[in-house]
């Protein structure tokens, strides 16, 4: 299972760079002079760094590859760098983490960074508690959604339990920042035949605004009060590329300020789907594919979809391959290319995977336009390429990216990690290899 989550779950691949003396200077060794023989230009970059789930990382180090010195990112994730030769390339480590993310050939002046692999602040914990009312009070199949600025997901635990006036919830909420957060409480009720069959319809539907909620503290008397809800169809037909087979078909709503509940999953293999979807002010629906074949996958993320959307198209692309090195090479070393297939319209996020099933994750990301890269030299963050270790590697296409520069126009990758835009997300299947005794 590791294989198949690169990016699904942001724990991809463990990864180090080997021992080697630094260039002094903030020059990219790799990047050398501008057309024509005219020197680079040297820039004034100033930044924000997020996680994937746009949350700001504080204290993380930002280092121009070639420097020898990072600097450091203040508590809103903001940093400025000054005598950058573009392009450059950029690697940010959280503190404390051994997860590196590396951008490659930037030239951006204005740049949003997001680190993959490590959330950026703990989660806080509260719990809501209330009855609800309205709907079909007999049956315990409910959605509770507390969403706020900071909550990025549904509840992570949600009990309802049924008395003889209603049922009543309580549901354990997380999220980042503050230690109280504010948003707005939903209810939803789905009709279903079994407990894991896909809704039929809706029969409820209610809000409770203005629910402040504090760390480690119950908020009880949360009462929601649902009313109908009306209908519609959501429909579509699906193309796989050859080989593929479809393993779900994922339906979220979207609601306000930026939260998303899972309406179901949907694990049949057809290619065709009709969805019954309620209707609620201001909410839209996301919709996910992913299909596999031989330890690739290859999803479509539709963000933004009006409940009535019929007859929608959506064409799932073939997932990068390895090309070289070969599954279970040896003396693999820093100036060994890893290669892979072309993806249209895409970045490349390598992902190389220290085998270390035990202890702490060893891991880098390295985000590319090109269809290949070597290790780079993390050496002045603290992190060394070990001889004779066994590693694995697998690449995930971005897409739709022109550029690394695209990529870090705003929070584009977090934004296409959390489904809230439109794009593909498409992974390979991994290969091995080993390190040469000095790599």
């Known amino acids: 299972m590791k294989r198949m989550s690169l990016l699904w779950c942001c724990c991809a691949v463990l990864l180090a760079a080997c021992p080697e003396s630094g260039n002094s200077g903030p ?10 023989g005219t020197p680079p230009t040297s820039l004034s970059v100033s930044g924000t760094l997020v996680d994937t789930q746009g949350n700001p990382v504080p204290n993380a180090s ?9 600097t450091v990112t203040n508590s809103s994730g903001a940093f400025s760098l000054t005598g950058v030769k573009a392009p450059y390339d950029i690697a940010i480590l959280a503190n404390g983490s051994r997860i590196a993310t590396v951008y490659k050939g930037l030239s951006r002046q204005d740049i949003t960074l997001t680190l993959l692999g490590t959330l950026a602040l703990t989660p806080r914990t509260g719990t809501l508690e209330g009855s609800l009312s309205g709907g079909e009070t007999t049956t315990a199949d409910h959605i509770v959604l507390f969403a706020s600025p900071e909550v990025r997901a549904v509840p992570s635990k949600l009990f309802i339990t049924i008395t003889s006036s209603g049922p009543t919830y309580s549901a354990q909420v997380q999220w980042a920042g503050p230690a109280v957060t504010t948003g707005t409480l939903y209810s939803l009720q789905p009709v279903r035949t079994t407990p894991t069959a896909i809704p039929s319809r809706y029969t409820g539907f209610g809000r409770r605004e203005n629910v402040s909620l504090g760390d480690g503290a119950t908020a009880s008397g949360q009462d ?3 009313s109908s809800v009306t209908h519609s169809t ?3 037909t699906i193309t796989l590329p050859s080989g593929y087979t479809l393993e779900s078909k994922e339906l979220s709503l979207a ?16 290619t065709t789907f009709s969805y019954a979807v ?8 996301s919709l996910v594919l992913k299909a596999l074949r031989e330890g690739a996958s290859s999803s479509v993320v539709k963000a933004g979809l009006a409940p009535d959307t019929s007859s929608v198209t959506l064409s799932l692309p073939e997932a990068p391959r390895p090309l070289s090195p070969a599954d279970q090479t040896t003396n693999v070393t820093r100036t060994t290319p890893l290669s892979w297939t072309a993806y249209s319209e895409a970045v490349f996020l390598l992902g190389v995977d220290k085998s270390n099933p035990t202890g702490t994750p060893y891991r880098i990301y390295i985000v590319t336009s090109e269809q290949s890269a070597t290790i780079p030299d993390l050496s002045a963050l ?3 390429l070990q001889g004779n270790t066994a590693f694995s590697w697998g690449v995930t296409a971005l897409a739709p990216l022109a550029s690394t520069d695209d990529a870090v126009t705003g929070p584009r990758v977090s934004e296409l990690l959390r489904h809230r835009i439109d794009g593909a997300i498409s992974s390979s299947a991994w290969r091995d ?3 040469a005794a000095s790599p």
């Open 224 to 226: 929601i009060l649902m």
């Open 278 to 285: 309620p209707v609620i002010p201001q909410a839209r629906l």
């Open 433 to 435: 290899f080993t390190t």
């Open 382 to 384: 603290g992190m060394s």
């Open 234 to 236: 959501f429909s579509g």
């Open 62 to 70: 930002v280092l121009v590859l070639g420097s020898k010195t990072p």
């Open 27 to 36: 020059m990219n060794p790799d990047a050398g002079s501008g057309d024509g």
């Open 255 to 270: 609601l306000p300020p930026d939260s998303q509940v899972r309406l179901f999953s949907d694990s049949s293999s057809g």
